[in-house]
């Protein structure tokens, strides 16, 4: 049971925002919107360090000196799969003319969708892979930490999910039921990529830390990549950064007073 509430909490941080489609008349001001990516980027970045590298070497710590190397290879090959799909995945994100990755006829609100959906896939592998070391009584994950993570990539997920859903009513012309739904629906991936690294606990326990670290390294390029120039274009980028340094002291709390 702790498990599934575990999993399910990113989703309802997403689904939460997407309802602010329900709420809220207006799109959501330029700068609220810099300030709360700036705030994901912030929570990304703190849960990349405490929650997944740090874990991942204290664990190889076998290997005495060499204890970097699990974190070291699985962060670069999060950061190259995240490239592929960036590459080959089609997606648009908000404020863009056209649409990146592969050329399909697919509609402009799918895209911007499967923009956000790239992002949570690596979010929700980050919460499984915690939660299959707790499955197999990791000694070296403990229930609280898993959960702050969760809570924390659910804090993060609120203002994404807004930020899919707003402008989908406000510049698709979207009725508000259905915009909720994409909103809501690009946050799905999260469990079910929890739930499918879990399934696989046997087999991927063995090889723990590199797949902390290979999660670490997908948020960590959503950050570098997308959020943090996001935050920086135009006017007062300044408010992003604040945004990103709350973030970071609330996941770095988070996993420090409850793991």
């Given amino acids: 049971m702790n498990i599934f509430l575990g ?3 990113p989703f309802a941080g997403t689904a939460l925002g997407a309802a602010c489609v329900f709420l809220l008349k207006n799109d959501i001001r330029a700068g609220v919107q810099k300030a709360l990516l700036g705030f994901a980027s912030g929570i990304m970045v703190a849960a990349s360090v405490w929650s997944l590298l740090i874990p991942a070497m204290e664990m190889s710590e076998p290997m005495g000196k060499l204890c970097f190397i699990p974190a070291a290879l699985g962060f670069m090959v999060g950061i190259l799969t995240l490239l592929l799909m960036d590459s080959y995945v089609p997606h648009q994100h ?12 697919w509609s402009r609100s799918m895209k911007m969708v499967m923009a956000v959906t790239i992002h949570n896939i690596p979010e929700g592998m980050a919460v499984g892979v915690v939660f ?3 499955a197999a009584e990791h000694t070296d994950i403990t229930l ?15 203002p ?3 930020i899919v859903s707003m402008p989908l009513r406000s510049e ?21 990529a929890a739930g499918i690294t879990i399934l696989l606990k046997d087999v991927l326990i063995q090889v723990l830390p590199y797949l902390l670290a290979f999660a670490a390294g997908a948020m960590i390029y959503v950050v570098v ?17 604040v945004g990103f340094a709350l973030g970071f002291v609330v996941m ?3 996993d420090v007073a409850l793991g």
Avoid: C, D, R, W
């Fill in 144 to 158: 609280a930490g898993a959960f702050a993570l969760a809570v924390g990539i659910a804090i993060q997920n609120f």
């Fill in 132 to 134: 299959a070391g707790i």
């Fill in 252 to 254: 770095m709390v988070l």
């Fill in 225 to 241: 990549e997308e959020l943090i120039p996001e935050t920086s274009e135009g006017e007062h980028s300044n408010i992003g950064t």
């Fill in 172 to 192: 698709e012309n979207m009725n508000k039921g259905k915009a909720f739904l994409y909103g809501a629906g690009s946050g799905i991936v999260e469990p079910i």
């Fill in 7 to 9: 999993i399910m909490i």
């Fill in 160 to 162: 994404e999910g807004a």
């Fill in 94 to 105: 908000l404020g863009q003319e056209e649409a990146e990755g592969v050329k399909k006829n």
